[in-house]
């Protein structure tokens, strides 16, 4: 590395103004990318996040209405697991909602839960507005304790979501009387009654909601005891059944072998029950991790994430393309400085390190100015929001619709060295062509202007 | 007196559009250490395209460069950048200056085109003084910090003189030195290269004007791409 190199790089980057822009174009994209991957990321893994704290980190689970018998003994087993930190029978079952005298009616989703395990197997409990420190009596209603209780997702509830995404809550939940109705089905998915009384009927009150961040079940879940929900559904009798088991692993245990430890016990059970009574439904059962489970919700905005890190590699390409024509300007521009320096001696590999410099300084301070100002921005992005929304009532995300709180800002060192040094290797590729294409020419050739 | 540099029947022809342009037609020609030869000649007669050949700033299509007794091109590439760097010193008719460095930094440029990053704190402050020592010989003392675009065009030429004579090289080559200048600042720029031949610089100057020429102790004639007079005066 010669010494002349250095110094004509450092003067082209502060006495150019062109050396300018390109340094401003390379901010400017550094900046677009560590906001936007940062933001989509983080909603990416907030909403993974909702999903996983949701269901645990297992679930055994069926798909069938029917559910599966001898739930109850495998839990048993599960019990006895030293791997295990706790794992909750549910019911999960489909179906009609409305209040009595009322005209409206809503399909919905039912789930049973037994509180005092779901709050071990799941972090359940911090969805509960009224009972998150005593999640167990979450099924209580505090204004008349004798009464049967349900929670309800919180979106379920008309009208109790300011657009600045807060939630309106009275100081104890509202004496709801609801009326909750589903088909019974027999172990072979038969109706369970015939005639004209084919549903059980269920009058609930309303004793919590649950707010889990994630819409489908926030906005069409109705969470009831779980052994009202066996009954309404069926279940319950000489072979009771559930719809899953969530299961949470101890902290030292991975996600992969920890399911697949359960995968061995629920193959182990299922051959020792094959001769039993309506072994069958057991066929239909599946072993997944959360991520599995929840594939279904997830999938959709990974896939968008998978857009927009397409979107943003097309962005880089047009950044590589804008750079490279600032340096075959710059360059074009230095056709008589290479000649002259070829003719007091600088080798062709000296006048490329030159250029490679050069454009490794614009690549730093661009991509250390798009960092800095990626984060500042980031940094006060929500303090933006807000101000935009009470002064011009402008929001990103209207928080009425989308079940988002604040803009997810959490930078990721990883991230943003991923960023710079793309953005130091989109420089070198934008200044080797032109730099090439100078050194390979005679002295005399690029002494003549323009030739390059 | 020796020959330090030879050439033996140089050619050197570009293609423009359909048709060959052969520029050198084969020219033999020496120059002694001390010499001071004037190469004059129309336009279009070669003689810059020659003296770049010299200063193997372009290669000929056939003949030999011999410079100490060993053939130009047989020199590999770290071998021909030392050659530029220290055994030529080249002046130009545009004085090729780099607009982001000052007047000495211009001079210095062949000393920081040879040192390193880590030899150049070493070199750095002999370097500029003797670059100083140059620049002020040729009345630019005052004109030390200063950017090319403040200069006048005979200021220039002589940091373009004084960059050429920085590493102190055995052979300096000019071309059309007084070309872009008017005929007062030519002649002071004349007077400079005089000079420098008394103190022992062996200098070779192309220009096309008779007048300039006459300076030298020797004048070559180029016509055609044949060298066609050779006499010292």
């Not at chain 1, 799941?122 to 005593?134: I, M, R, S, V």
């Not at chain 1, 088909?183 to 369970?192: E, M, S, Y």
């Not at chain 2, 330090?4 to 033999?28: A, C, F, H, Q, W």
Request: glycine share 10%.
């Amino acid at each position: 590395m010669i010494m002349i190199q250095w110094i004509l790089a450092i003067r082209y980057l502060w006495k150019r103004r062109i050396s300018l822009l390109a340094v401003a174009s390379v901010a400017l994209c550094v900046f677009i990318v560590v906001v936007v991957m940062t933001v989509m990321n983080g909603l990416v893994e907030e909403f993974r996040g909702k999903n996983h704290r949701f269901v645990g980190d297992c679930v055994v689970s069926t798909e069938s209405l029917v559910g599966f018998v001898y739930a109850d003994e495998f839990l048993a087993i599960l019990d006895r697991q030293d791997f295990i930190a706790g794992a909750s029978p549910v019911i999960r079952g489909y179906g009609l909602l409305t209040q009595p005298g009322a005209e409206w009616n809503m399909g919905v989703e039912i789930w049973g839960l037994n509180l005092a395990r779901h709050i071990q197997a799941t972090d359940f409990a911090q969805t509960l507005y009224y009972h998150p420190q005593n999640p167990t009596t979450a099924f209580v209603p505090s204004y008349n304790p004798s009464l049967p209780g349900c929670i309800l997702g919180i979106d379920m509830m008309p009208d109790r979501r300011n657009q600045d995404g807060t939630y309106y809550h009275p100081p104890q939940p509202r004496q709801y009387e609801l009326i909750v109705s589903g088909f019974p089905l027999t172990p072979k998915g038969g109706l369970a009654r015939i005639g004209t009384d084919l549903v059980n009927t269920l009058h609930v009150y309303l004793s919590d909601d649950s707010h889990s961040g994630l819409v489908k079940i926030d906005g069409r879940v109705v969470y009831l005891p779980f052994d009202t929900a066996r009954e309404l559904f069926g279940m319950a009798g000489s072979i009771p059944r559930s719809s899953a088991i969530h299961i949470r692993f101890r902290p030292s245990v991975g996600l992969e072998a920890g399911c697949e430890r359960v995968g061995r016990l629920w193959n182990e059970f299922k051959q020792s029950c094959r001769d039993r009574e309506y072994a069958d439904l057991l066929g239909e059962v599946r072993v997944q991790s959360w991520i599995e489970n929840r594939r279904g919700a997830i999938a959709p905005m990974e896939k968008e994430q998978t857009m927009m890190i397409f979107l943003f590699l097309m962005l880089g390409v047009i950044t590589v393309f804008i750079i490279f024509v600032v340096f075959y300007m710059i360059i074009s521009h230095k056709s008589k400085d290479i000649g002259v320096l070829r003719s007091v001696g600088v080798s062709p590999a000296g006048v490329v390190a030159m250029m490679l410099i050069f454009a490794s300084l614009v690549g730093l301070i661009g991509g250390g100015l798009g960092i800095a100002g990626g984060s500042v921005f980031l940094a006060r992005i929500n303090t933006l929001e807000d101000w935009l929304y009470e002064t011009r009532g402008w929001q990103v995300w209207n928080r009425s619709v989308y079940a988002i709180g604040e803009i997810p800002n959490q930078i990721h060192p990883p991230v943003l060295i991923v960023i710079g040094l793309s953005a130091l290797a989109a420089c070198w590729l934008g200044a080797l062509v032109p730099a090439f294409q100078a050194a390979r020419k005679r002295p005399v050739e690029a002494l003549q202007p323009g030739i390059l | 007196m020796s020959a330090i540099l030879t050439t033996r029947d140089i050619r050197k022809s570009y293609r423009m559009g359909p048709n060959l342009l052969e520029v050198l037609r084969g020219i033999d020609f020496s120059v002694e250490a001390g010499e001071f030869v004037a190469m004059v000649g129309a336009s279009g007669s070669g003689k810059s395209t020659f003296l770049h050949i010299l200063g193997a700033l372009d290669t000929p299509d056939n003949g030999e460069v011999i410079f100490g007794g060993h053939n130009l091109a047989r020199f590999g590439r770290g071998r021909l950048n030392e050659y530029r760097n220290r055994s030529v010193g080249f002046v130009f008719q545009f004085y090729h200056l780099l607009d982001e460095l000052d007047v000495v930094e211009n001079t210095i440029l062949p000393a920081m085109a040879a040192s390193s990053i880590l030899s150049w704190p070493a070199r750095r402050g002999p370097a500029r003084q003797r670059a100083t020592e140059l620049l002020r010989r040729f009345g630019l003392g005052e004109r030390l910090k200063h950017k090319p675009y403040e200069l006048s065009g005979g200021e220039r030429q002589r940091v373009s003189i004084a960059r050429a004579l920085m590493n102190q090289p055995t052979l300096l080559l000019a071309d059309e030195p007084t070309g872009n200048l008017d005929s007062k600042t030519g002649n002071d720029i004349l007077n400079v290269l005089e000079q420098l031949n008394r103190e022992g610089q062996t200098v070779l100057m192309v220009t096309h004007d008779d007048r300039i020429a006459r300076r030298a102790h020797r004048i070559v004639r180029l016509a055609d791409g044949r060298m066609v007079t050779d006499r010292s005066q």
